[in-house]
C-alpha cells in the first residue's frame, strides 16, 4: 500500500501562471479530500469527492480554484491565475467506509506551491 | 457550522511529564481521528475511534460521542513528541470531518 500520493512534492510558479497538483487515492478508497494549509489560515478545508462525485465544494474559493475527480484513481486542483496569497501546502487525504476502520482520513505528503 | 473545539492552542511540557489535549464539539459526532504533523507539513494518524479508548506506547485516545468530546493523553514526553497535534472530528454520512485549530506542543529537556 503506497498511501496516498501527491505530485508535485514542490511547485515554484510565477504570479499569474497556472498550477496543477495531483492527487492518486490509496486504491479502493471511495472519498477524496483537498485541504490547505498555511502558517496565517492553519488548515482549511478545500473540497471533497465520493466515487468521483463533487459531495462538498464549500471551501473552495470560488474564483480561480477548481477540482476534478475523471476516475478512481487520481483527483487534480487547478489554480488558475496564481496570487501570492495562493502559496501553501495542498494536502490531499482519501478515506473508505468499509471495515472497523471506515473513514479514516489518510494523507498524502502535500504538495508544496510557492507562488513569486 | 459544526464547531470543534480543541485546547489548549499552546502547550509546554518538560521531559518525562504529560499532560491531556481536548476537542470538544457542537454537536453529536460519529467518529473522531487525532494527528500529528510532521516535518513537512503532512498530517499523521495517531488514532481513529467511534467509541472508547485507544492506546499506543505513550498516546491513549478517548472519545465519548454522548458527551461531546475527546481527549489525548501523552505521558513520559519526549522532546521527539514536539510538533503540532489535531483532532478531527465526523457527524456520519456525506459530512466532511470538521478540524480543530491544533495544538501546539514543545517538550523541553
Known amino acids: 500500500n503506497a498511501g496516498v500520493i501527491q505530485t508535485p512534492r514542490h511547485k515554484v510558479t510565477g504570479k499569474g501562471q497556472e498550477a496543477t497538483l495531483w492527487c492518486e487515492p490509496i486504491?479502493?478508497?471511495?472519498?477524496v479530500f483537498w485541504y490547505r494549509q498555511t502558517i496565517v489560515q492553519g488548515l482549511e478545508f478545500l473540497t471533497y469527492?465520493?466515487?468521483?462525485?463533487?459531495?462538498?465544494d464549500s471551501g473552495m474559493p470560488k474564483e480561480r480554484f477548481s477540482a476534478q475527480m475523471p476516475n478512481q484513481s487520481h483527483s487534480t486542483l487547478k489554480i488558475q491565475s496564481t496570487q501570492p496569497q495562493d502559496s501553501a501546502v495542498y494536502l490531499c487525504a482519501s478515506s473508505t467506509r468499509q471495515g472497523a476502520l471506515g473513514n479514516t482520513l489518510y494523507f498524502g505528503e502535500g504538495s508544496r506551491l510557492i507562488v513569486v | 457550522g459544526d464547531q470543534v473545539e480543541q485546547s489548549p492552542s499552546a502547550l509546554s511540557l518538560h521531559e518525562g511529564t504529560g499532560s491531556a489535549l481536548r476537542c470538544n464539539f457542537t454537536?453529536?459526532?460519529?467518529?473522531v481521528q487525532w494527528f500529528r504533523k510532521n516535518s513537512r507539513g503532512s498530517l499523521i494518524n495517531l488514532f481513529y475511534?467511534?467509541?472508547g479508548t485507544k492506546e499506543n506506547g505513550r498516546l491513549k485516545s478517548a472519545f465519548d460521542s454522548k458527551e461531546r468530546y475527546s481527549t489525548l493523553h501523552i505521558r513520559d514526553a519526549q522532546l521527539e513528541d514536539s510538533g503540532t497535534y489535531f483532532c478531527?472530528?465526523?457527524?456520519?454520512?456525506?459530512?466532511?470531518?470538521?478540524f480543530g485549530k491544533g495544538t501546539s506542543l514543545v517538550v523541553h529537556p
Open positions: 486504491s479502493g478508497h471511495s472519498a
Open positions: 475511534l467511534a467509541s
Open positions: 469527492f465520493r466515487n468521483q462525485a463533487p459531495i462538498d
Open positions: 478531527a472530528a465526523r457527524r456520519g454520512g456525506n459530512y466532511k470531518p470538521t
Open positions: 454537536t453529536t459526532m460519529r467518529a
